[in-house]
Nanobody, 117 residues
Framework: QVQVVESGGGLVQPGESLRLSCAAS????????MGWYRQAPGKQRELVAT???????NYADSVKARFTISRDNTKNTVYLQMNSLKPEDTAVYYC???????????WGQGTQVTVSS
């Protein structure tokens, strides 16, 4: 069994920052890709950023230059530093962990990020 737990969401004003964390635990030998997705009310879930075990990153155009994804492989943890937040960043943010060994794809329960004045 693998558990994925996010933390760090909250309510901030436009222009402020937040840092999300996501830790995977359980039977894990190797993680491939870790990433963040978000879903706003009435919209489909969308990719925010991913980071591979090689360190290669991928970002949605809407968050490039504002968000930074990183990971600590010793802790099976991925982070999302979000700067210059905008109201349109408001959503539930979900962490995704894709395992190589044992194979599997896991999601966290989500953490709410609200950007409002």
């Amino acid at each position: 069994q693998v558990q994925v737990v996010e933390s760090g969401g909250g309510l901030v004003q436009p222009g402020e920052s937040l840092r999300l964390s996501c830790a995977a635990s359980g039977t894990i030998f190797s993680i491939s890709v870790m990433g963040w997705y978000r879903q706003a009310p009435g919209k489909q879930r969308e990719l925010v950023a991913t980071i591979a075990n090689t360190g290669r990153t991928n970002y949605a155009d809407s968050v490039k230059a504002r968000f930074t994804i990183s990971r600590d492989n010793t802790k099976n943890t991925v982070y999302l530093q979000m700067n210059s937040l905008k109201p349109e960043d408001t959503a539930v943010y979900y962490c995704n962990v894709r395992l190589l060994s044992p194979r599997g794809d896991y999601w966290g329960q989500g953490t709410q990020v609200t950007v409002s004045s």
